[in-house]
């Protein structure tokens, strides 16, 4: 049985190790969670597996935990990204959870014609996305990175696989390639517009995909697209 | 160009037709949306297809429209079922929704051994499988049936099949029938009981279905059980 407590921590973890804590992670433990001394809590660091743990010292500010055994040896998530186009902060905050749930390795906020919200911290985001990993067992936390304008990032994209979803494709197949790496692009509840998608068009690269006759909301269409992507090229396979 | 507006209605719809309208719907058109007389307004009933229509007579509490030319024919959804355990209010609207934009047909909510909550308002989430409905762009408002128990339900279940997702299955593959008719049943956030899930494995409709190496939260689980079913059997094949 897994402890119940699940913590990030960008620390070494191995057997017998002390790891200290920061004052939002003893906050966090002790304030919220009610953690004492000997609480068991499971911990990961994106590169060395889940470990078991437990509370050796407890504070207001600080504290600090004693790793234990291994609990899980560290699985990389594939190597897939998630763009998509920023929305209000309720619905960006579901697409960053169900991102990493997904799998997602690094999301990618891009700005298109339409998109709807060109305001993103990415550091709240950021520490959305550990909590969610937190709570769903992943044993990585994907980089949220720094909004980009889609037109140009398009315009450097390298042979990645490009799986983009629009509504005008309904009916259409996906014949995708079976790539270890890949991307998946989701466009503003706007749409993309026409030169966006004359561009993605003209690429190689890109793999058009459709997501049935209705339409999809954003954090809907992350998810469906990334299960198609998941079990055709990635770790559901 | 479709209308902005979509409603809807539970009368007949064919060009020429006057549509009455209830108090909800005039205070929704009228007094929430600012629509005027000549305003479109596309309609569905879930029967007759989609049609464009226009404000005939607003009023307070009521009004009428004027159907005029067929935007869409009728498409029915696959004979597809989402069974899942109640979550917090929020959780389990984000279901409905989800549920509708998935092409669902009809959704039951099921009560197991480790369900979180068991108060379910069936008229309020048929409504918001109604808001769904309109904003998604379906032509059909899946039902929302009475929550039942899920030991019960499984003993008198057809030859529907059953897709079961569990946790336990990480790494198996599935092989599913390739039916015009299908369930989906996601589990509560605790799992389901040992007693459930022996129950479901010696069902000869039970299709279990594995949803990758991490925790899926319900709504996301749907989401993607959801894909996978209409990918492979559904209306996005």
Known sequence: MSPKLRLFLDHALHEGQAVPLGEAEANYLFAVMRAQKGTPVALFNGRDGEWEAVVDETGRRSG???????LRVQAQPPDLWLLFAPLKKTRTDFVIEKAVEMGVARILP??????????????????????????????HVPEVAAPVPLMPLL???????????????????????QAARGAVLIGPEGGFTDAERARLRTMPQAVPVALGPRILRAETAAVAALTLWQITCGDWR
Chains 1, 2 share one sequence.
């Open 64 to 70: 600090s935990l004693r790793v234990g055994t291994r």
């Open 110 to 139: 891009v700005l298109t014609g339409h998109t709807n919200s060109e305001r993103v911290n990415v550091a709240r985001l950021q520490a959305h996305a550990r909590e969610a990993a937190e709570q769903c067992g992943a044993l």
């Open 155 to 177: 315009d450097g994209w390298d042979d990645r696989p490009l799986w983009f979803c629009d509504e005008h494709l309904a009916g259409t197949r996906i014949h995708p390639p």
